[in-house]
């Protein structure tokens, strides 16, 4: 189960936009530093704990080593929304979709594209 804490999506965040290559330790702390102001100790715990959860790897040929996110972003998205649905609405999606239309307006295209998405489902 994927399942990053807000602190841990931020340092995914950068690893994601370092993209293949990956980001040395210090690159990892100058993203995050004027976000979260942490030390490069407070960095590397992070990274180490995130490799122990299987949200980062760390390629120790390299030197310095490089850090990689070892999820994706859609994985990481798609079991926060199945946490929220699980969690928020009891597994109900029908439930969710008709809280969020009853707050929030949709433009013509977004209901197309809806009434699109429910046909192509057969729902």
Request: hydrophobic content about 45%; proline content about 3%.
């Amino acid at each position: 189960m994927i399942r990053p804490t807000d602190a841990e999506w931020a340092v995914l965040d950068v690893l994601w936009a370092a993209g293949a290559s990956g980001a040395a330790l210090g690159e990892v702390m100058d993203a995050l530093r004027p976000v979260t102001g942490w030390s490069r100790n407070t960095v590397h715990t992070y990274l180490t704990r995130m490799e122990n959860k299987g949200l980062v790897r760390i390629d120790r040929a390299a030197e310095p080593h490089r850090y990689h996110a070892a999820v994706t972003r859609e994985q990481c998205a798609r079991e926060a929304r199945q946490g929220f649905l699980r969690t928020g609405y009891g597994g109900a999606a029908g439930d969710l979709v008709a809280a969020f239309l009853k707050e929030n307006a949709l433009s013509p295209a977004e209901r197309d594209r809806l009434r699109q998405l429910l046909d192509e489902m057969e729902v």
